[in-house]
């Protein structure tokens, strides 16, 4: 490419500010041209320091750039199916945060529009790009283990969010689940055909008066054949939980937890280890500078990226036949 | 106690030849007076070397023995509850291989004979006497991680039975898992409320063709509002895999597996450590002789052993529940 | 062997105690007729409890009963080579203790009674068959990691004898890195040539002051080329830490501390694991009926034991030497 | 600080390189002017894409321009000591790879210039800024372990340098050992007052030829009374080997190798895992950076850097004395 990638990032939340500092560093045939936030005045300083040309309060102002080739999609979730209706009009390559919509209809819309206009989409599943993941895809993708039986993922977060912010998450299952269901499909190769959720109100009786669960153990039938399960918490003391575990007929394969150091101390008391790395921001830095170049890479070389429209859309499907499996008190088919 | 305490043994496979070794060898308090088996000429040598005087093809013998205290139940499952009843009525201590029956009925009758007879009666649930789950116990016993939320049992075999053993055996979750409903129990300390058994056939078909499955993903309810998975595979490839994690409000713990040795081999290739210990004859064998000294000392303390009736009874139940729950792809509730 | 092999004991403490009763638990050919002990008193109950039928204050009471095949030597040091000496001469097999003596010269005086006497003779270098180091040795053995270049023993105790011990004791390198020297060996399979021994009094004054070191790190170089080093410390307080590693040219061996249990908690404050096994008692029993069963296999098939009398006398060789190194401040050759 | 600071990059080899490209990426306030190396014309395309304004053949350009703060001394060893001066004179902050120089003389007329010029000089020791090794450094420091007895290193190369690299690398006790003998200083605070290097050729015979080692022990005492050990290997086929354990009075500390991931594959054959990280490159790249934000940070606030002149020294003249020991088969005091 003989010029460089023009880039809007729409929504500067923290998210946001991880992508386009990481454009920046990271990627110097990409050039982050604009920033919108609808609080602009709050986000300048941190612009200017980054050297970001424009920053706008209406992110249209990116999507009528002409010069802009893509956009970041990092805006708030009820905003991702329209604005990516109107980038891909606009022709716009569109990276877009997960989920794309808790509305399936509208998600659909979302990816009708960008198959009419022919450009790239990318969804921000980018635990798929971890480095501990993507080993266990490889090896299940090469034979090692055989035909997968069974595959496991905790994943559990260090605290609670406050129950003001889970009233307007969607719920644990659209909200939290939804990287594990992105998971299991990416390890496995296959669809999820049936669920079953087993939850609970066991950390915080705020987020049970919100309506919402906070502990769950949701049982997985794949189109394979194969058996799942997905353990989420909203709280583990020790830190943030993120392993995998997968059964085949040639072997096993588990995942522990990164660790800040791989110091352990003994004393009289007690052998004690590093913790797991605190968050997400910790322990994933890697996979968000990850996905970006993969959703470049696209772009430059004109292929499709591994994380497609359709891999935004299934998630949301699961996660909403979980959300009903809990209601109901059944398994839910697909 | 004065006098040595007699025991009779019934049945002398693989677990009661186990048990009667063990007894001689650790307890100098206890003799093995006796010891039954249908096929008594193929055990005659065997009896011999261990210096066990009588050998009979009749466990009547046994019963009938005044001389002898307690009796070992070893023989086939459908055996147990009417030896139970019969060695109850002559006032004999009973020890008793898992599971009593599989009707539930006579699980009934079998323990209406040991209270009116007022004998001692424990049941073969060896893993409760594991260093690892015993420990883990009790931690959450002690609240080192506070409430329970989530108590996760991996019980995996190293390789599938034969087809045959299949048809008797009562089928997966009667077989295999009730070592698993047990052990839940003895963890939380609570009773399962639900069960959900998410099973298939992926190890192999002659065991679907006998109406088994070989796989399975069980989710379970506690009284104590706690959830729980078992996940039971009848073959993993590396060998025996038996582990165990829980969640709890202040902590969570894990156990892996038990290996031969801490031997760890780094090369051009790999760095490669030892597979689990590979069956439960090399995983549990100091287990099996910790429940017999619990027998014993409760014969000669005149306390109730660590493993009632009741604890007997409620894995059947579970395992009653969870084929239920297989066979109408539902959750069942106890 | 038609009949029983019959074994006297000599000397009754700890180690003693330790091998009789092993034998008797597990050694259903040997009988224990004898025991022997300066406090015969003492352990008149102990020795009724296991049903030893004589109990004597002089060992020269078994040395002279014509039916005792083999003594099992476990008195203090001192006596050590005087008693094998007499035992020889009875024609009896002999298992004795480490270190056979202090005194190079009386060594080789038992060796030589040993070999004109054509009975076995054991030494009690236990630790070669632990399972941990037994499986090192293979891997060495088989070629798993080309020609070692490299090998290193940690080897520390939980908590330092009292001074009183260490005056009587023959020092530390010949009291405690003695079993080091032999595991060296033992792995190797080549002589020790050179030692240079940088120790220090580091954990309790008092053992400077009986005129002893409880620190060392102990280098050494190899006939086949090799070099090495062994780590002790009279207090590890995290518990008995006994550890091995050898780097060879086609790979790396580690093997780590036992733990009681693979019990790992984590909470908001730590990731705590197991402390290793406390003491010799836990860490060792495997290994001390091990070397016993060896002991008599080699009786019963008349063939050398594995651990010969050489094996016996260069450990302390290689002690009085890094006595020496350390005294005088250089390496010093064998 | 109002202005960028302005730096000049002297010898762009593999390490060169590294600075530059780590200095761009990551510190906005700092500018790479220039960039000076013999081969100028091999390094031009590198500097362009990267931005580098100025590609000189001769580094005095680089020391002649007044704009330029700091310099880092990245060029052959023998260069380091002259350009230091140099750079000194000219009122130039001077980030100097290590060594310094193999000459002692030389190395205090440097630090002498240094002083003279009152400016900033921190030496290239990397691994003191490793998260493993800085929090096994902030354990001892606060105590945790109580007073240190024993430290050790394991440092071994995944594969031997050619020969050619080895006769003018100034012996590996100067090249390799030079990282370890920073590091037992960096963690023990505390001086090493003897060597004993037990070292010998069992890698590659060429390397023999080229009068150098390649496999070592080193054994090490301290001005506090610790001993210490260090282990040394030009090849580990399992690949790059960097371990660090400590012994105190009140516990022990062990650090592991770092690994690409946490997956462990467990087939019928054996449990493996991951190799350590191939070599310095993906081990310490972090370290890279992080030194170079300590460097820029004393510049701004004024301060002392870590890793001082005395820093650069101390390991030489350790290096000198084991270089002795070996050639005089004693230890060397310092």
Redesign the interface.
């Known amino acids: 490419m003989g010029q460089k990638i023009k880039v809007g990032v729409i929504g500067a939340g923290r998210i946001g500010k991880i992508h386009a500092s990481n454009i920046i560093?990271?990627f110097?045939d990409v050039e982050v041209k604009a920033v919108a936030d609808i609080y602009a005045d709050a986000i300048k300083d941190w612009a200017a320091?980054l050297g970001i040309q424009h920053v706008y309060a209406d992110y249209k102002k990116i999507i009528e750039d002409k010069d802009i080739d893509a956009v970041i999609i990092c805006s708030s979730t009820d905003t991702h199916s329209q604005i990516t209706i109107e980038a891909a009009q606009a022709g716009k390559h569109i990276f877009c945060e997960k989920p794309i919509d808790y509305d399936i209809a509208r998600i659909h819309q979302a990816l009708e529009a960008v198959k009419l206009a022919g450009v790239k989409f990318q969804v921000g599943f980018n635990r798929r790009f971890d480095?501990?993941f993507k080993?266990?895809r490889e090896?299940i993708q090469n034979g090692?283990?055989g035909?997968v039986?069974?595959v496991?993922v905790i994943s559990?977060d260090p605290a609670p969010p406050p129950a003001e912010y889970v009233k307007v998450s969607g719920g644990m299952f659209l909200d939290m689940t939804i990287h594990d269901f992105d998971m299991v499909r990416y390890l496995t190769g296959s669809e999820v055909t049936e669920v079953?959720a087993?939850?609970?109100v066991?950390?915080d009786k705020a987020i049970g008066e919100a309506g919402d669960v906070d502990?769950?153990?949701i049982?997985?039938?794949f189109a394979n054949?194969?058996?799942?399960?997905i353990?989420n918490?909203r709280?583990?003391?020790?830190?943030y939980?993120q392993r995998v575990e997968v059964?085949g007929?040639?072997?096993?394969?588990?995942?522990?937890?990164?660790t800040?150091?791989?110091?352990?101390?003994?004393?009289?008391c007690?052998?004690?280890?590093?913790?797991p790395k605190y968050f997400f921001l910790e322990r994933y830095m890697e996979s968000f500078e990850a996905e970006m170049k993969e959703f470049f890479q696209s772009i430059v070389t004109n292929t499709e990226p591994v994380v497609t429209g359709i891999d935004g859309l299934k998630p949301v499907l699961i996660g909403l036949a979980a959300k009903k499996s809990h209601e109901e008190?059944?398994?839910v088919k697909l």
Chains 1, 2, 3, 4 share one sequence.
Request: net charge positive; with cysteine; proline share 3%.
């Open positions: 560093k990271n110097a320091e480095h501990n080993k266990v090896l090692s283990i035909d039986q069974i496991k559990r079953y087993n939850a609970a066991l950390v502990t769950a153990l049982s997985l039938k054949g194969a058996i799942g399960m353990d918490c709280q583990a003391v020790y830190g939980d059964l007929t040639k072997g096993g394969i588990t995942v522990t937890n990164d800040p150091t791989t110091v352990v101390v003994s004393t009289e007690a052998v004690t280890a590093d913790k008190g059944r398994p």
